[in-house]
Each structure stands twice: as C-alpha cells, then as structure tokens.
C-alpha cells in the first residue's frame, strides 16, 4: 500500500514562515498529482495547493504570492513553503496524492495524517 507521511507545521507569529514535506513510500507505481489541503475548525477541507509530476502549480487565492508548492519526483514528496502567514492560515495541513500502487491498473486518492500549522496574532 501506498502511506503518506507529513513533517513540519507548529505554532509561528504572524508573518513569519514555516515549510511542511510529506513523502509518499510503500509500493509505489506511479505518483501523480500531489498537493496540500487544510481544514480550519468549524470549516470544511480546502484547496491549498496542487502539483503534478510535470511541475504545473493550482493555488487557492488566499495563498497565491505567499505559499509555494514544490516537489521531487525522485522522492516522491511534496513540500509547502509558507510565507507572509496569517492568523487565518491556521488550520490542520493534510498531504494529498493521486497515486497508483504497484499491480494496480487503477489510481487511488491518499491521505497524510495532518499537521497543524498555528499563526498568532
């Protein structure tokens, strides 16, 4: 199976930076879009950011010219550089890849586990 692991998130003062990774493992065929979502409390889960293996970028508009999103094929992980952060960036990060497992004709969608990014005022 494939497993997507996050590091990176914490609490940080607005304006400041912070920079979360998640790396896919397991038994890997192929990795397709990879991206970052966050859920705010009491909020539904939304588009932060999307990658695809050939390097072509989605950004939510709250984030355009603050966070960017890169990613190394030959690891398999993403990563969100956040900058210029805002209160209303807290929320809990989830990982995000399209992937499809060795043996499988089929992609399927995977998850990370969360992390929580905090920005105080």
């Known amino acids: 199976q494939v497993q997507l692991v996050q590091s990176g998130g914490g609490l940080v003062q607005a304006g400041g930076s912070l920079r979360l990774s998640c790396a896919a493992s397991g038994s890997i065929s192929i990795v397709n879009v990879m991206g970052w979502y966050r859920q705010a409390p009491g909020k539904s889960r939304e588009l932060v950011a999307t990658i695809a293996t050939g390097g072509s970028t989605i950004y939510a508009d709250s984030v355009k010219g603050r966070f960017t999103i890169s990613r190394d094929n030959a690891l398999n992980t993403v990563y969100l550089q956040m900058n210029s952060l805002r209160p209303e960036d807290t929320a809990v990060y989830y990982c995000?890849?399209?992937?499809?497992?060795?043996?499988?004709?089929?992609?399927?969608?995977?998850w990370g586990q969360g992390t929580q990014v905090t920005v105080s005022s």
């Open positions: 995000n890849a399209d992937a499809i497992p060795l043996g499988s004709p089929l992609g399927y969608d995977y």
